[in-house]
């Protein structure tokens, strides 16, 4: 039944909006969040991090060959999953390696592969 002035609500429980819009995440939290996925949405990125995934501490010269890039591009994007917290670097020497920031990482992209592969193919 509809009451002027009141939203009509698709759920029968009525305390239930109330209680899950306290477990939604909070706006830090979001907004921690979704740097990552945008980090993620380039898909020279994601490719950049399967790599470092095959192989941890590549410098930016081995990353640029097999991603097909130049130097410059590859140390850009690299740059970007540093900032993000996605990549990580060491120096050796004059060498920077550049690896996975950590197990978290790997964790989100494979669980990215698994969701797909499981989807219905068009």
Request: with cysteine.
């Amino acid at each position: 039944m509809n009451h002027p002035g009141h939203h009509h609500l698709c759920l029968t429980d009525f305390e239930t909006p109330q209680r899950l819009k306290e477990l939604v995440l909070s706006v830090e939290q979001i907004k921690g969040v979704t740097p990552i996925f945008k980090a993620l949405a380039d898909e020279t990125r994601v490719k950049i991090i399967y790599v470092m995934l095959l192989k941890p501490d590549l410098c930016v010269c081995d990353i640029a060959q097999i991603s097909d890039l130049t130097i410059s591009a590859a140390s850009h994007h690299l740059r970007l999953l540093k900032t993000m917290g996605l990549a990580r670097s060491r120096k050796e020497g004059k060498l920077v390696r550049y690896s996975i920031h950590d197990e978290h990482v790997k964790i989100i992209l494979e669980k990215a592969l698994d969701h797909i592969n499981h989807l219905p193919k068009f």
